[in-house]
């Protein structure tokens, strides 16, 4: 589970990283599986990623 403290603001850089790349792969991952025109579908896919990725970061896995 992340901590909200001091040290947050040393590791900011690295959370943001962490968290652009992981978007970026998922991005692409949906972009591939859904065409532009599946708009609504590409939501609900970037929607659950965030979702899921949250998940991931609040059990301390990162």
Same mark, same amino acid.
């Given at each position: 589970?992340?901590? @909200?403290?001091?040290?947050? +603001?040393?590791?900011?850089? *690295?959370?943001?990283?962490?968290?652009?790349?992981? !978007?970026?792969?998922? &991005?692409?991952? @949906?972009?591939?599986?859904? +065409?532009?025109?599946?708009? *609504?579908?590409?939501?609900?896919?970037?929607?659950? !990623?965030?979702?899921? &990725?949250?998940?991931?970061?609040?059990?301390? +896995?990162?």
């Amino acid at each position: 589970m992340i901590t @909200i403290d001091k040290s947050l +603001s040393v590791r900011k850089q *690295k959370l943001l990283t962490y968290f652009r790349e992981r !978007a970026g792969e998922s &991005l692409e991952e @949906i972009r591939r599986t859904y +065409s532009s025109k599946e708009f *609504k579908k590409q939501a609900m896919a970037i929607n659950k !990623a965030i979702a899921e &990725l949250v998940i991931y970061f609040s059990m301390g +896995s990162f």
